[in-house]
């Protein structure tokens, strides 16, 4: 916890290969230990959170991707003190190859159906909650915008 101070923003990428099949992991560590979720991590100094999600996949899974959109917005406080902060995004892998999973972090990474994980006792209840949408509500990015020099941003992205 002394690393990320008490407010935390984190990332996860519902990657959807061509026929449909979801990009799932299986943690090693924490409150999923042992669960099916989707890829998921820290925003780390200097990035956007849209270059932390393309991280945080091929990082997990060996996949690399692209953004196309965001999703949504998962927030709580854990134990009245920690703000914990997850934006989704959906991605698109540009090839897939083997998956290689990161091992100290995960037991398994694999592509699954939905129909199957909705059938997966182990899977996270943000997943199942995905899952049992009929429809996502997508909004690309911008990166063409320019909120004046005065600023100094080196990276300015718009999700609407």
Request: proline content about 4%; charged content about 30%.
């Amino acid at each position: 916890m002394e690393k990320r101070g008490k407010v935390w923003l984190a990332v996860s990428g519902l990657v959807k290969s061509a026929d449909g099949k979801w990009l799932v992991v299986k943690k090693r560590y924490g409150g999923l230990k042992g669960q099916w979720s989707l890829p998921a991590g820290f925003v780390e100094m200097g990035e956007t959170v849209d270059e932390a999600v393309i991280r945080e996949v091929k990082e997990e899974t060996g996949i690399k991707c692209v953004v196309k959109g965001l999703i949504g917005l998962r927030t709580g406080v854990i134990k009245e003190e920690i703000s914990d902060n997850l934006i989704l995004f959906l991605l698109e892998p540009k090839e897939i190859g083997p998956l290689k999973h990161q091992e100290t972090e995960l037991f398994e990474a694999k592509f699954m159906a939905p129909f199957e994980l909705l059938r997966e006792k182990e899977a996270s209840i943000l997943l199942q909650y995905l899952l049992n949408q009929n429809e996502v509500s997508l909004k690309p990015g911008m990166d063409d915008l320019n909120p004046g020099n005065q600023f100094g941003y080196t990276a300015y992205k718009v999700f609407f």
